[in-house]
């Protein structure tokens, strides 16, 4: 499982709790539309079991981890208004780290995969094309 790593470097228990209450987030009614929609990707790419940069890339595939899911849990934090996310973290106790796969964060990161190539092939096709 792709978090495994990151939960062994990080405060493990906080971060699940994070990631359990922006999933309790997602699916409040109450929560506006921007925090919800960094929760979503934050929570969807903590659980796919497809990482954006690949772990075998040296310091860089640790690093997403490390710097792209701390900034989102903060950035959702920070549009969410503080009374709703006190009481999502209070819920999130009652979870216990029990946190769905992500099937959303692995097609996520396949788009953003198949994009990157398609946008590689053209400018590798231009670039012969044009020699």
């Not at 997602?26 to 960094?38: C, G, N």
């Not at 640790?62 to 792209?68: G, R, S």
């Amino acid at each position: 499982m792709k978090w495994g790593k990151l939960l062994g470097a990080a405060n493990k228990p906080r971060l699940l709790r994070y990631l359990a209450a922006l999933w309790l987030l997602i699916r409040d009614k109450r929560t506006p539309v921007a925090p919800k929609l960094i929760a979503g990707l934050v929570v969807a790419y903590a659980l796919s079991p497809v990482d954006l940069i690949p772990d075998v890339i040296p310091v860089l595939g640790l690093l997403d981890d490390v710097i792209l899911i701390p900034l989102g849990i903060a950035l959702a934090v920070r549009l969410t208004p503080p009374a709703l996310w006190q009481e999502m973290l209070q819920q999130a106790e009652h979870v216990k780290g029990r946190l769905p796969k992500m099937v959303l964060g692995l097609l996520i990161v396949l788009v953003i995969w198949v994009a990157l190539l398609g946008v590689f092939a053209w400018w590798l096709f231009k670039t012969l094309a044009s020699a």
